[in-house]
Nanobody, 122 residues
Framework: QVQLVESGGGLVEAGGSLRLSCAAS????????VGWYRQTPGKQRELVAA???????NYADSAKGRFTISRDNAKKVVFLEMNSLKPEDTAVYYC????????????????WGQGTQVTVSS
């Protein structure tokens, strides 16, 4: 089973920036798609950004123009650069990995890492 470790969250003021990291184990990382998701209490987990093995990206409307997803296959890490943060970005952020980009877009996985908390103060 793939091990996922999210990091980089924290407390930041509105307008600030954070860079999240998702470190994944497994020999198929370079040919896998990766997604960043977020969840707040009482709400469903939602896709924030996704990146395919070939570098195709997909962003939620709320993330477009502010967030950038990128990957370093050599280090098996995917980053989420978040700029111009807003209080509504406050959530636990998770990542996941799959060979299928479509599965990443759907985001229906039975396994999730511990996530990393992002809190944006107004």
């Amino acid at each position: 089973q793939v091990q996922l470790v999210e990091s980089g969250g924290g407390l930041v003021e509105a307008g600030g920036s954070l860079r999240l990291s998702c470190a994944a184990s497994g020999s198929f990382f370079s040919i896998s798609s990766v997604g960043w998701y977020r969840q707040t209490p009482g709400k469903q987990r939602e896709l924030v950004a996704a990146i395919s093995a070939s570098g195709t990206t997909n962003y939620a409307d709320s993330a477009k123009g502010r967030f950038t997803i990128s990957r370093d296959n050599a280090k098996k890490v995917v980053f989420l650069e978040m700029n111009s943060l807003k209080p509504e970005d406050t959530a636990v952020y998770y990542c996941n990995v799959d060979r299928s980009f479509r599965a990443i877009i759907r985001g229906q996985f039975g396994y999730w890492g511990q996530g990393t908390q992002v809190t944006v103060s107004s």
